[in-house]
């Protein structure tokens, strides 16, 4: 079958990969323009044309596809017979997905008409949500609105991050697709139950502060969700910090004493710190080990910072940077 494919990040390969070696012919690749990149911030292609490209496969980066006629010509040129769409990040008009005889098919990473939105995986771990899957469709004028051509659940891993669970739907998603291309003619279109529908709008860099008011179960969702992209921060004496990786530890009553610190190591134990754990803001700094960073939270919880990235710096330990700065008890985060 001959494809034009419609593709930009890491998440797309998969599909385009299982595509090639299922047979199919990939007439043409669309993919989002080059980006700044790094610490230099010079222009770095997308996954998927890094991918083409090493496979001598035609690529395509229209800045705007909706109003770029060139591209358009082009890609009607391809003759496909079917349009494959997977995290390509641009809306694609009607004259281009509906001109092949098969239209165009779209594999979208929830359970369709849950999640309809640009970043579906990270609402589904941002929400705590047990289950997710992949949803194969056939693209219409709205966002995520077609009718559904097939589907299939997974369970979502204790503490899976969505990073990772975004790869293991792309790999979901690549079966899916060269299984349901292989029937195509025969395939059922269900209708979406629109009163059944969510949003997944982009996530926003802003959405990864913590508000330390939060309780430690949602800052604790927020790492496993944004940590990756677009990055969870807080600020530390005015700096920003970005949490990588740590956990909640529930109610700081149900803990032991806290310990104390200072930048010479003695610690200790008494009913001033455990009085402190039971009455801190949220924000402070209750407890400084090795373990990392126990930090006051919303309802009385508590979340262990473990790893962070100081601006500027690589990763470390939380405890080797709460050494480096001379963090204390009296130190609030977020201020």
Same mark, same amino acid.
């Given at each position: 079958? &001959?494809? *034009?494919?419609?593709?930009?990040?890491?998440?797309? =390969?998969?599909?385009?990969?299982?595509?090639?070696?299922?047979?199919?012919?990939?007439?043409?690749?669309?993919?989002?323009?080059?980006?700044? +990149?790094?610490?230099?911030?010079?222009?770095?292609?997308?996954? *998927?044309?890094?991918?083409?490209?090493?496979?001598? =496969?035609?690529?395509?980066?229209?800045?705007?596809?909706?109003?770029?006629?060139?591209?358009?010509?082009?890609?009607?040129?391809?003759?496909?017979?079917?349009?494959?769409? $997977?995290?390509?990040?641009?809306?694609?008009?009607?004259?281009?997905?509906?001109?092949?005889?098969?239209?165009? /098919?779209?594999?979208?990473?929830?359970?369709?008409?849950?999640?309809?939105?640009?970043?579906?995986?990270? %609402?589904?771990?941002?929400?705590?949500?047990?289950?997710?899957?992949?949803?194969?469709?056939? =693209?219409?004028?709205?966002?995520?609105? !077609?009718?559904?051509? +097939?589907?299939?659940? $997974?369970?979502?891993?204790?503490?899976?991050?969505?990073?990772? /669970?975004?790869?293991?739907?792309?790999?979901?998603?690549?079966?899916?697709?060269?299984?349901? /291309?292989?029937?195509?003619?025969?395939?059922?279109?269900?209708?979406?139950?629109?009163?059944?529908?969510?949003?997944?709008? &982009?996530?926003?860099?802003?959405?990864?502060?913590?508000? %330390?008011?939060?309780?430690?179960?949602?800052?604790?969702?927020?790492?496993?969700?944004?940590?990756?992209?677009?990055?969870?921060?807080?600020? *530390?004496?005015?700096?920003?910090?970005?949490?990588?990786?740590?956990? +909640?530890?529930?109610?700081?009553?149900?803990?032991?004493?806290?310990?104390?610190?200072?930048?010479?190591?003695?610690?200790?134990?008494?009913?001033?710190?455990?009085?402190?754990?039971?009455?801190?803001?949220? !924000? +402070?700094? $209750? %407890?400084?080990?090795?373990?990392?960073?126990?930090?006051?939270?919303?309802?009385?919880?508590?979340?262990?910072?473990?790893?962070?990235?100081?601006?500027?710096?690589?990763?470390?330990?939380?405890?080797?940077?709460?050494?480096?700065?001379?963090?204390?008890?009296?130190?609030?985060?977020?201020?």
């Amino acid at each position: 079958m &001959k494809i *034009v494919f419609f593709g930009s990040p890491p998440a797309a =390969l998969p599909s385009l990969g299982a595509l090639l070696r299922a047979g199919h012919s990939v007439m043409l690749v669309v993919t989002q323009p080059a980006k700044p +990149a790094g610490r230099g911030r010079r222009l770095a292609p997308s996954a *998927v044309k890094a991918f083409a490209c090493e496979r001598d =496969l035609p690529v395509i980066e229209p800045a705007r596809i909706r109003t770029d006629e060139a591209a358009r010509d082009r890609i009607v040129a391809a003759g496909a017979d079917v349009n494959v769409v $997977v995290a390509y990040g641009q809306i694609i008009p009607r004259s281009i997905h509906y001109f092949p005889r098969r239209h165009s /098919l779209n594999v979208h990473f929830s359970l369709l008409p849950k999640y309809r939105g640009a970043a579906p995986v990270q %609402w589904t771990v941002l929400n705590g949500d047990p289950e997710s899957g992949v949803t194969i469709m056939e =693209l219409d004028d709205r966002m995520d609105e !077609g009718d559904i051509l +097939a589907q299939e659940r $997974v369970a979502v891993e204790p503490r899976e991050t969505a990073a990772a /669970l975004e790869e293991r739907l792309a790999m979901l998603g690549a079966r899916l697709l060269v299984e349901s /291309l292989e029937r195509i003619d025969g395939l059922p279109h269900v209708k979406q139950d629109d009163a059944r529908a969510t949003l997944a709008p &982009k996530i926003r860099k802003e959405d990864g502060k913590i508000a %330390w008011t939060e309780t430690a179960a949602a800052i604790d969702r927020q790492v496993l969700a944004l940590a990756d992209r677009p990055g969870v921060f807080t600020l *530390v004496r005015g700096r920003r910090v970005n949490i990588l990786r740590g956990r +909640a530890l529930g109610p700081i009553e149900r803990y032991w004493p806290v310990m104390l610190h200072n930048p010479f190591g003695d610690r200790g134990r008494g009913t001033d710190s455990l009085l402190r754990a039971k009455t801190a803001e949220p !924000g +402070a700094i $209750v %407890w400084i080990d090795k373990p990392g960073l126990e930090v006051a939270c919303g309802g009385g919880s508590a979340y262990l910072i473990e790893e962070l990235r100081p601006e500027g710096r690589g990763p470390m330990s939380a405890h080797a940077f709460s050494l480096g700065t001379t963090l204390a008890l009296s130190d609030r985060l977020g201020e």
